[in-house]
């Protein structure tokens, strides 16, 4: 019998795209391409709540889309049209982005 698990969320850029990332952001701030890592895989241990709190406060409004395994916090500075969000995935990877207003009507 099979059974229908849902995988995890996970970054969806490739190996060599994610350490490109990694080497850039090292370089921008002057350290280690090890301690990027190991800060990459210290966010992942941290609980979801925890971190949704340290990095958006504890009234951070997000809800979590099971079906895409995403939290979506709302990005409660945008003052434009639409709602405007960042999603986070089981692996602390992220995107961001703008749901236009005419989606909800």
């Known amino acids: 019998m099979t059974r229908n698990v849902k995988k995890k969320s996970v970054d969806p850029r490739s190996q060599e795209e994610q350490e490109s ?14 301690d990027v890592r190991r ?4 966010l992942r ?12 406060g504890k ?16 990005d409660k500075n945008y003052r434009g049209c639409g709602f405007a969000f960042m999603a986070i995935r ?3 990877s992220w995107f961001s982005g703008v749901v236009p207003p005419e989606v909800f009507q």
């Open 21 to 34: 990332s990694r080497r850039e952001f090292a370089s921008r701030h002057g350290c280690d391409l090890d």
């Open 39 to 42: 800060i990459e895989d210290g």
């Open 45 to 56: 241990r941290i609980p979801i709540e925890r971190f949704l709190e340290g990095c958006f």
């Open 59 to 74: 009234d951070h409004g997000a809800f979590y889309d099971a079906h895409e395994d995403l939290w979506i916090v709302p």
């Open 90 to 92: 089981s692996d602390r």
